[in-house]
């Protein structure tokens, strides 16, 4: 609660917080599951906030979406099928965050399957993805999120947390990700990330996550600046076609 009082403050319009939770290890915190929902929108009712959160299930689906306002598709449901029929028939927004390992055509495969299944309020969330190198949490594809807001119609936020695993790192890679071009940006935050039950390490607390909402505002600027200049290029190629 603290979290989203704190956050809306400073502009924040969506609330992301996991009550099913899909872990690496099975040793890992796994979520409160429906009390979580509750919490959550409880946060919404008291700030306003809309509210984004995971659904790792079919089955679960229908109790998910009775209490988010968008559907989260973490990474490593990004090819489970039945899910993602599931969820694009509950009617809900969908936040689809692109697969650890997956290519950019097989992401938008996934995207194309939500289409299919009458949903086109897609969300897409570069979040990094695996490679070689394993120095950070997973390399951060800047260029992914310049090519997604090429060649799709669709919103494409960035995920510098998950993206690279750092606190440190987080307030650099959600500039990178809004000069690519993403429409948003998706960042862990905490009251005491030390104490956090999950990825404390990449979460900002409140006074990072002050300071790196006032350093991205000449970054937020620019990108309206070259979203005008899209528009207006958009609007003069459709007089040119009359
Ligand atoms: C998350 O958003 O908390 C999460 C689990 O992310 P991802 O699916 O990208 O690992
Ligand atoms: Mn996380």
Redesign the pocket.
């Known amino acids: 609660m603290a979290t989203a009082h704190r956050v809306r403050s400073a502009g924040v319009r969506i609330l ?1 917080g ?1 009550a099913f ?2 872990r690496s290890s099975p040793y890992s915190f796994q979520g409160l599951g429906r009390e979580a929902l509750r919490l959550l929108a409880r946060a919404r009712n008291e700030t306003g906030l809309a509210i984004v959160t ?1 659904v790792m299930a079919p089955e679960d689906v229908p109790l998910v979406a009775e209490y988010a306002d968008i559907l ?1 598709i ?3 449901s990004m090819e489970n099928f039945a899910l993602l029929a599931a969820a694009a028939q509950s009617g809900r927004p969908m936040m689809l ?1 692109r697969g650890l390992v997956a290519t950019i055509s097989g992401y938008l495969r996934s995207a194309q399957f939500v289409l299919e299944n009458g949903n086109s309020n897609i969300i897409l969330c570069e ?1 990094g993805i695996r490679t070689f190198d394993d120095t950070l949490r997973n390399t951060f594809d800047a260029a992914g999120i310049a090519l997604l807001k090429q060649i799709t119609h669709l919103p494409v936020i960035a ?1 510098p947390s ?1 993206a690279c695993g750092h606190r440190e790192l987080v307030p650099l890679l959600a500039r990178i990700g809004l000069a690519a071009g993403a429409d948003g940006i998706i960042v862990e935050v905490h009251p005491d990330p030390d104490k956090a039950l999950s990825d404390g390490e990449q979460s900002l607390d409140f006074a990072a996550f002050d300071a790196m909402m006032a350093d991205l505002e000449p970054w937020i600027a620019l990108r309206k600046q070259s979203l005008v200049g899209v528009e207006s290029a958009a609007v003069q190629a459709m007089e040119a076609v009359g």
Request: glycine share 16%; proline share 8%; net charge positive.
């Open positions: 992301r996991g939770k899909p995971e989260q973490g990474s490593r965050k979040r995920d998950h």
